[in-house]
């Protein structure tokens, strides 16, 4: 199969597909709004940008719903959206979605009033996980970055996570809470959270408010990180300590280096 003069391996279509005839291939609204794999709702002044959406057809995979809301848009360019996802535009909101970005079943994609949530290219959001921008807020997702299941990302301030970024499942991340936090008498207000390039967070981990975390870094099992972390270090712990500096890592490219880096 191709999109354009790319040559997609058959597991980047997820669930184990064998046969692209698995899947349905959707161009523009009318296609998207006549489709039974989507269900879609458009608020006036809504508007939706669609190339190339690739849906499951197998019998029983309950349908993706989509939600722009008032004056609200959303971009989706050549992304592979399993069933039983939702994505939800707020009032005069945005979502990008880029170009061979796939998203797994049951994952949920949101971006309220003012806010805006960026995905970049080649991104892999996998199973039951869940993006969202509260009102205003921003969430930027680099090129070639990868999520395990069960990802849970909210973001009240900016949240910025850089190129080839790989997380692996469970992991939680988020730049302040859903009320309000008073120490010492003083309202604490939520930080952006940031990631550079090249981030390896292990299983389990926590990503907090304030949380600065240098390219090249690794996390590891179960670390909760809410401070600044230099490039290519190794963090640990509940207490997030740096147990070494200078570290390097690279992916496991045997399935899927031509997948997110191909030549040229």
């Known amino acids: 199969y191709r999109w354009g003069s790319n040559v997609i391996d058959g597991r980047y279509f997820g669930l184990g597909a064998s046969h692209f005839d698995d899947y349905e291939i959707l161009n523009g609204i009318d296609e998207i709004a006549g489709s039974e794999g989507i269900e879609l709702f458009m608020g006036p002044d809504a508007e939706l940008l669609a190339r190339n959406i690739v849906l499951p057809k197998r019998r029983g995979v309950a349908p993706v719903r989509i939600h722009v809301g008032v004056g609200a848009k959303l971009e989706l360019d050549h992304v592979v959206l399993e069933g039983n996802t939702s994505i939800t535009v707020g009032r005069c909101g945005s979502i990008s979605i880029g170009e061979l970005t796939s998203v797994g079943a049951s ?144 992916r496991d490219y045997s399935a899927y280096k031509e997948l997110f880096h191909p030549k040229g």
């Open 107 to 250: 994952c949920r994609i949101g971006a309220s009033t003012h806010a805006t949530l960026t995905m970049g290219r080649r991104v892999l959001l996998s199973d039951f996980s869940t993006v969202d921008a509260a009102t205003g807020a921003k969430i930027g997702i680099g090129d070639g970055s990868t999520f395990g299941e069960h990802l849970e990302m909210y973001a009240y301030a900016p949240i910025s996570i850089g190129r080839d970024c790989m997380f692996s499942g469970y992991i939680y991340a988020e730049s302040g809470a859903g009320h309000d936090l008073v120490v010492d008498g003083r309202k604490r207000m939520p930080e952006e959270l940031r990631l550079g390039d090249h981030v390896w967070v292990g299983l389990g981990a926590t990503l907090l408010s304030g949380a600065n975390i240098g390219s090249g870094a690794m996390i590891g099992t179960r670390a909760v990180v809410n401070g600044m972390l230099g490039a290519n270090t190794l963090t640990i712990g509940a207490s997030g300590r740096v147990a070494k500096a200078g570290i390097s890592w690279d």
